[in-house]
């Protein structure tokens, strides 16, 4: 029987490149998340200010821990260059590896 774990999944959509590797970059480097993906482009349709919006971005994908969620956003909030960024976050199962693996990445160091 095969053990599961817990992940959290934080997706985000950015307007470029240069905006998704500095926003994933620091968020690897402050062991906000273990792992970024780009889902790569994506045509986003929304509302905004009155009208109808389309326009093109780049989807980000992290895995993180339920630890460290919070401060994921807050970060993504912080550093991201939209007004009302897009962060939705959600529980997922992963493998028992997997969740370890998550979990020993997003720890931070102590220094004492």
Do not use: N
């Not at 817990?6 to 470029?16: A, G, I, K, Y």
């Not at 968020?27 to 906000?32: C, I």
């Not at 550093?79 to 590896?97: C, N, Q, R, V």
């Amino acid at each position: 029987m095969s053990v599961s774990s817990s992940v959290t999944l934080v997706l985000t959509t950015v307007p470029d490149k240069a905006v998704a590797r500095t926003l994933a970059d620091g968020a690897l480097a402050a062991r906000l998340c273990a792992c970024v993906s780009e889902l790569g482009l994506v045509q986003s349709s929304y509302h905004w200010q009155g009208t109808i919006e389309t326009t093109e971005e780049i989807q980000l994908l992290f895995k993180t821990s339920a630890a460290r969620v919070h401060e994921l956003e807050q970060y993504i909030q912080a550093h991201h260059p939209y007004d009302t960024p897009e962060i939705l976050s959600w529980s997922a199962t992963a493998s028992a590896a997997y969740g370890q693996w998550v979990a020993t990445e997003t720890q931070r160091t102590l220094h004492v």
